[in-house]
């Protein structure tokens, strides 16, 4: 396990270099992007029209509390409501990571093999801390979504600390916990 200072945008090298359990702290530009986002994003996406998140981002399943343009809270989405979408969403904009709760599925973690992404776990109840490392708000996208749901575009400082749960060679914390736990029953 070793602990790893990343700076986005990220390499599709830099988040292959990195193994289930690695210890990460993010500094540079996310995303935030829920449900409703994602399904707009795709819906974008096959339209030909422009999106507001860059190829190559990292998308934060979040959905922050602002008070104006200064973030609150930005706590971690259970990631596993976006699993339909998700897949499709790291091919069409080579997303390089992702950063939520409880993990994500096998189509998700396939596609993260097969195109350079990583799973970032942060832990919950820690909405207060991770609204600490957001220095700004660069953009807000889709205010109409709502505040949760909308599209935010931050500059994030050692963001973290976030664990590698599912990394670029298949691997996943998730499974090797329900392994052991599938044994012990």
């Excluded at 190829?55 to 990631?79: D, K, N, Q």
């Excluded at 909308?150 to 916990?177: C, I, Q, T």
Aim: aromatic share 4%.
């Amino acid at each position: 396990m070793m602990q790893k200072n990343l700076h986005t945008p990220l390499a599709e090298r830099d988040v292959r270099e990195l193994h289930a359990g690695d210890i990460v702290y993010l500094s540079g530009e996310v995303y935030t992007a829920r449900d409703r986002a994602h399904h707009r994003i795709l819906e974008y996406c096959k339209a030909g029209r422009e999106v507001p998140i860059e190829r190559g981002a990292v998308i934060y399943h979040c959905g922050p509390l602002a008070a104006g343009r200064e973030i609150i809270a930005a706590g971690p989405t259970t990631s596993a409501r976006m699993e339909s979408t998700t897949p499709e969403l790291i091919k069409m904009l080579q997303i390089r990571a992702i950063i939520g709760k409880g993990g994500m599925g096998a189509r998700t973690q396939e596609a993260m093999r097969a195109h350079g992404c990583i799973y970032l776990a942060m832990p919950g109840g820690a909405a207060v801390l991770a609204a600490t490392r957001i220095k700004r708000v660069i953009a807000l996208h889709w205010q109409e979504l709502g505040m949760a749901e909308a599209v935010w575009h931050l500059h994030v400082e050692d963001f973290g600390p976030l664990v590698v749960a599912m990394d670029a060679s298949g691997n996943s914390l998730y499974k090797r916990l329900n392994t052991r736990t599938a044994k012990r029953k």
